[in-house]
């Protein structure tokens, strides 16, 4: 192993594909990024190219390789991780896509998944798969494709067709179609995986008619998947994990209590169970965490805050309340408080623990003194109140005590918000220097399956200290705001539940 310098990880994302190679510390030693073309055929529907998608991740590596000037034989290992539930369908024989991939974001099968709601269904897809059933997930982006493309269904049933995440698509290439396979946290978000037994559930295959010879076989996150042909030398490809996942990984959150948030448009939260699945019917979903091949699964709680960072690009770009987004800070050190403002950014309706679709935006306590200054501090503060819903609701649900919060994601850089969070949730906030944790998890995962870091303890002392926020608020403080906001979330949702009068 000592010849062995480098990890190479794929980070395949759904605006564009990275990669980077990273040395024994977990530093980058060098980063290759190509943005690649999004599709909108109709409104709501979102497609890429999976050609584009392969050859714009071979492209990234080739140029992260060569920027170093590294040989193959110094890279131990590749890892890849990627935009999750992202539907590819391809033919097995001549590696072509049959469509184009359907993307996590499209609607297009809503329809089909309120069939699930309606038929009371709901409860039971989620005590096999961990899920809330939606489009978002593979199962009715995969039939849809089934269904609509000319030929596919028989195509399949024949045996001709595979079906893949976008790992899937990634490892098929990378090893000449050699391997077909996902990682249990990939599959775990097809909706057609059973997280208990970890191997696809026939009831679903069942009502999804989905012929079972064209799905991928189901690994542990790190082992070797097969060799590389297309980058030199053959290396081994050992590290699979979806984004959110490799990201827990990389934040080094083994442990049950462990949590992450990455604070991007969005928030992603997800909280490390250990081995038990906690259900969760508060709007949180049950999710297989990223393990090594022998060692038992692990399973998290993941929870998402829908407007985050772009409440802030609504600040920026609709109210032009600041002309950059960091600006934000300056505003919120201006004023001592909000002034008793609340802002709920419920732009699309609350998510977990509410789970509100049709709450909107509200904004409680303007008095004649309201400043610019205090309406953008309540928005910065409502990114940190959503996220301690959901800390709170994880709490709630899977009994453990909060080890720590890692974030990571832009508008973590926020050190007003990073601290108002200590504050708010009474737990450490902890910063890595790098926040580059979903290509690190993918590296780590590679890295720990072929030896290149003998165990998590060498990872753990790769994490670089960045910044620690420790909460600093009087607890009586702590409780008025909470139920501040509490009040605020619940002025959205009368807004939500009262009918609209008819015209
Ligand atoms: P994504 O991966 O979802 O595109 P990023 O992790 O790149 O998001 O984070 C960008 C988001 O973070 C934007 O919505 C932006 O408004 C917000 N953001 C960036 N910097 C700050 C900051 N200093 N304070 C508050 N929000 C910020």
Redesign the pocket.
Known sequence: MKSKKYILALDQ?T?SSRSILFDRKGEICSLAQREFRQHYPRPGWVEHDPLEIWESQLATAREAIDKLGAQPEEIAAVGITNQRETTVVWDAATGAPVYNAIVWQCRRTADRVKLIWDAGKKDAVQDVTGLIADAYFSASKLEWILDNVPGARERAERGELRFGTVDSWLIWNLTGGAVHATDYTNASRTMLFDIHKLDWDRGLLDYFRIPRVMLPRVLPSGCVYGETQVLGGSIPIAGVAGDQQASLFGQCCFDPGDVKN?????CFMLMNTGTEAVLSRQGLLTTTAAVCAGEKPQYALEGSVFI??????WL?DELGLVA??????QCCRAVEDTGGVYVVPAFSGLGAPYWEPYARGTVVGLTRGTSRNHFVRAT?ES?AYQSNDLLVAMKKASGLPLRALRV???????D??MQFQADLSAAAILRPAS?ETTALGAAYLAGLSVGFWPDRDALRANARAGREFLPALPEEQRIARLRGWGRAVRCAVAWAQEEPEEA
């Open positions: 994302g605006t990455t604070y991007g448009t969005g985050a960072g772009a409440a802030i690009q920026r950059t987004a960091p600006e934000s800070e910065v990114l990571d994601g832009g508008a973590s850089a926020n007003f918000l926040v």
